[in-house]
């Protein structure tokens, strides 16, 4: 077989109610400090809603990271480009297909009980790839963002199980 590595790494939007939460957070913290004239000890309780809404904002800059390498393929999320974490890990000695993520998948596993793993972005106008995988009874679907590279990667590795 051949040798591969693939990096694919997409930044994901933070969801509305994210960014609702945040600046909440920082309007509450506002006004703690303001009415901390009338009353001092909102003072350090507004400085400390502001601190929680500094870290909170942090965790909102997060991107995924796809590394395709032989067998295996791993996915990262890195938060504010400085911590990663390694959130889950393929074999893809099982996989069954990597495919579009359509009605015509959803049917086909219609029967069986299918784990959804989510890592992708979450942006409605990127196409969502659905990568299958069955380990002893239990399959898993895994909807993930991919380019050309990635693509190609699994094309190279696996050409009988992309359906694309």
Sequence with gaps: MNDIYV?????????LKKKIFRNILIIIGILMIIYSFYFLPLLTMGVFVLVLAYVYNRTLNVEYEYILMQDE?????????????NL???NLQ??????????????????EKVKVKRFHSGNENEQIYALMTRKSNHSTC????????????FKRLYPSKVDL
């Design 88 to 90: 889950y890990k393929i």
């Design 73 to 85: 393929l791993v996915i990262d999320k890195i938060i504010n480009k400085s911590k990663r974490k």
């Design 94 to 111: 099982y996989l069954e297909a990597f495919t579009y993520n359509n009605k015509a998948l959803k049917q086909k596993y219609s029967n």
């Design 7 to 15: 990096e694919y790494s997409f930044d994901v939007k933070p969801a």
């Design 142 to 153: 895994v909807l993930l963002n991919a380019d050309n590279k990635l693509i190609e990667g």
